[in-house]
């Protein structure tokens, strides 16, 4: 597991932001890019520091240049234990993801230690239920990027940070409603074999329990299992089936149908965000394959 300190995502954060004024036209924008430092603990990594590197159209970092990587690291802290646990860099306003450049440069890292990982930033995606990042390593036999599961250390609000920073920076704080939107995701997945439904009832009623159903369809009969983490806002699971406190649900099934009903209430009669993140799909020859967000909005009557 990878833990990560709030001081050191909010100060990426900020240098994003720097560099992807919010309150400019998209064009404007530049990529940057950091080293990450930690300290490793057996399979687990405590993340101390992004150190920023640069920014501009399109950044990587040349980890061939070892004079100007190990220039940024002082004896204090390495003498502290702390070495480079990977690097990060930002999409803003492209989205969360590897591209194969990246998969290069994060398949030199893993040569180098095999728990490095990459984080991707884009700060138009911090939402309610999402700092704006994925952390990601790549698979040595298909060279596939997959997610990295992390935590922080301490529990904290990702919109109030990006509002904090953007009033700092820019002396005006984005509204939580104009973020609220980016929270809206694909309700639908179809891969070559199946397809991955989320379905709402057409109305729902304040203060009253309603379904929200998860269906896979596939072509022929063959085993699934599918996992996933929930993230629910401005609403609340009113009963639950199966689940455990770590918020990450599996299911198993070898034809098509029904993996699970969400019974949601909310008194808040504005828009419900109900969304699955870091969804994974796994077939009978033990393939993978990493879905978007699943994700419905519903507003409810008052």
Known sequence: MIQIPKEVYQDFLRFALENANPLKKSRYWRECIGLILGRIDGESIIVTDIIPIGSGSSVFVDISDYEKVFSLISFDRI?????????????PGLGLFFSGTDIGTQITYQSMHPLAFGL?????KVNPFSPGFNLYRVDSSTSRPYTVDFHFTEEFNYLSIYQQLTQELFDVTIPISEMVPELKAVNMVTWKNITLTLEKPSSVQKNTPFPI???LKMSRSQFFRVSYKLRIYNAKMSSMQDFDDSNEYFHETFDSGTLAIFSIVSDNPNQIYFQLEHMRVTDYRQKYYDSPALGIEVVSNE
């Open 79 to 91: 003498d502290q234990g702390e070495v480079i646990v990977g690097w990060a860099h930002t999409h």
């Open 120 to 124: 991707v930033l884009d700060p138009t």
């Open 213 to 215: 159903k998860l269906t």
